[in-house]
């Protein structure tokens, strides 16, 4: 039996070999980007010279991200890797860096300064991962991304260098103009509450006030004084709206309308936020910016006294 | 050479698994490969605390300790408090797990910190993560190296242990009458028990870690009743079913684990539908014949 199995193994070896050689395909530049925030990234800045693929779709959950076999041919024949890093990707992360000793591999928060990371304090070495709520912060990922691209294909390095700059550019203008949607919301009324702690860097750079019902792990469900308190402080502060995410269940967050509900105090739910993953492609917000802008619409109309158009959300 | 490889991870860690598995299942244990996945919990978080990272090998050590503390557990409320195996597996691995939770909102709410993400290892990656000497020379995946010097462990364990295992298994009593420890030996295999699922865990992922111990070695317990026989018959099953999942998931662009576990449970489909001697579509004077079969009611092997 065990020669046998030998045989198995060796026939195997051989099968390999022969079917799944590979060589380096001509043509534009393959790019694999982990999320799709960072594919459209990607994207912007390299225009049709190369082809993007995003690993993890709309309406994932980076955390129950599963692998495909489609998804490892993918990284096998990209020439660059992108991905967010700060332990955004969990394990998945390590294994890219690893490659990394043979293929470009680029963190995109690579390019944020240490100090503009939200941390917990007691523990430096785990920042908050979701950079790009803060648009300046996700702003600055650009120069990574273009500096990657230019050594990668010298030739384009100039239009690479421009579509950057504009695109930075774009950027800033849209942290600028969703500072004023958001600074419409009266002091008292900018408090955001939402299913789970991603959101720390839009409460920082647009100084709102924000809880989420679930700790940025997906395990630390919050223990039931924590729910009877965030109740409590809706109900003190008259908060008119919580919201959900696209990416997370909206159980956790029915269970606190309810809460409310029973204390006298309505309650509505503001709408959908899209968190760890954009919108469907193609449509307005199956990109970075058309993002952006449907979470501040959806925010500054939910929690304003007065009706916002959304159109006044500008370019 | 992907695929060649990620077949030859799955197999030599479904062959380590199920051979352990086969004596797992002789003696109604099992779930506790699953138990062993929830269970390291505490150790991940204890492991973070302490180190404040959460590298592999950190979490890697924490699980790993806590794997055994598990294992011990089981034996120690099986033995003391004379629970059933099953019941003494279902109270330490949700004790356990809820531990782990407890710690993560009072110590670590604002870290990403769950097995899922900082243990679990996917088997798409396996091909990803090589292993590279100092000198620059690619050597193949790491998982593979890792896998083979797990199964070398076992398959020696095993050799040297078989027949105070057999005993053990079949026939406690009888064992200690004859001056083997029944617990020395249950503790021993407990033990590789937690180095084999932690080790895989960190190379191919949890689903198909717990279903290698189960689904391979329960298909042959179908078709066998010679422990030797259910062994090889195990490894048979190990490498058919690492070979037809990986394909499955090539046709459907899927999960590997997933095609892999689903392959393994038709498979068991098949062999409880059409076996020879256990089938439901058996002749039915073998039905009776057959009836009063019981694990501890096995020949006696030739004992070598």
């Known amino acids: 039996m065990r020669k046998y199995i030998g045989l198995v193994l060796i026939g195997l070896w051989l099968a390999g070999c022969s079917a799944d050689q590979q060589t380096a395909s001509e043509g534009p530049l393959q790019v694999v980007a982990t999320t799709g925030m960072v594919a459209d990234l990607v994207q912007n800045i390299a225009g049709d010279s190369i082809e993007v693929t995003a690993l993890m779709g709309p309406g994932v959950d980076p955390h129950l991200y599963k692998a495909t076999q489609g998804d490892l041919k993918a990284l096998q024949n990209a020439d660059i890797i992108f991905y967010n890093g700060l332990h955004l990707e969990g394990k998945m992360a390590e294994v890219l860096e690893k490659l990394g000793r043979i293929k470009t591999v680029v963190a995109v928060a690579e390019g944020i300064p240490e100090a503009a990371l939200l941390k917990d304090p007691n523990y430096e070495d785990a920042p908050d991962p979701h950079i790009w709520f803060d648009v300046s912060l996700w702003a600055q990922t650009v120069e990574t991304v273009a500096k990657t691209l230019s050594k990668a294909k010298p030739d384009h390095a100039t239009i690479y260098q421009q579509k950057a700059i504009d695109y930075k550019n774009e950027l800033l203008d849209l942290h600028e103009s969703v500072k004023k949607q958001i600074a419409t919301i009266p002091k008292a009324q900018r408090i955001m509450i939402t299913a789970h702690d991603a959101f720390n860097y839009f409460g920082r750079a647009y100084d709102m006030e924000v809880r989420g019902l679930q700790g940025i792990s997906t395990l630390s469900e919050f223990g039931l004084r924590d729910r009877v308190d965030l109740v409590n402080y809706i109900v003190e502060n008259n908060i008119k709206a919580v919201f959900v995410e696209t990416s997370v269940s909206e159980k956790n967050i029915q269970s606190i309308v309810e809460g409310c509900r029973q204390k006298g105090h309505e309650i509505k739910i503001g709408g959908n936020l899209y968190s760890d993953a954009m919108g469907e492609a193609g449509s307005p917000e199956g990109n970075y910016i058309g993002m952006v802008k449907a979470n501040v619409a959806t925010i500054v109309s939910s929690l304003n006294p007065e009706p916002v158009q959304i159109s006044t959300i500008s370019e | ?304």
């Open chain 2, 1 to 304: 050479m992907d695929a060649f490889y990620i077949i030859l991870t799955a197999s030599l860690f479904s062959i380590s698994c199920g051979l352990l598995g086969s004596f797992l299942i002789l003696r109604k244990m099992a779930m506790v490969g699953d138990a062993i996945s929830h269970a390291v919990l505490p150790g991940i978080v204890i492991a973070f605390l302490m180190t404040g990272t959460r590298d592999s090998f950190d979490m890697i050590v924490g699980a790993a300790m806590l794997g055994v503390f598990t294992t011990f557990l089981i034996e120690f409320f099986h033995k003391r408090a004379r629970l059933q195996t099953d019941a003494a597996i279902g109270v330490t691995f949700t004790w356990l797990f809820a531990l782990g939770i407890i710690l993560i909102s009072l110590y670590a709410g604002q870290v990403d910190l769950d097995q899922e993400c900082v243990l679990y290892g996917e088997i798409a990656y396996v091909p990803l993560d090589l292993w590279i000497t100092q000198t620059g020379l690619i050597m193949g995946p790491k998982a593979i190296y890792v896998a083979l010097f797990i199964l070398l462990v076992n398959i020696g364990f095993l050799m040297i242990g078989y027949r105070n295992l057999y005993m053990t298994t079949f026939d406690p009593a009888f064992a200690a009458s004859i001056g083997i420890s029944v617990s020395l030996w249950n503790y021993l295999l407990m033990g590789a028990v937690s180095m084999t699922t932690v080790a895989a865990f960190d190379s191919v992922g949890a689903i198909l870690v717990v279903a290698l111990f189960v689904v391979p070695p329960a298909t042959a317990y179908l078709l066998s009743h010679q422990l030797k026989t259910m062994m090889w018959l195990t490894v048979g099953f190990s490498i058919f079913i690492s070979i037809v999942g990986y394909y499955l998931a090539v046709a459907i662009d899927g999960s590997i684990a997933g095609a892999i576990v689903t392959i393994a449970g038709i498979l068991f489909a098949v062999v409880f539908l059409f076996a020879p001697g256990q089938g439901i579509f058996r002749s039915k004077t073998k039905q009776t014949q057959d009836a009063t079969i019981e694990p501890n009611l096995f020949e006696r092997e030739n004992l070598t």
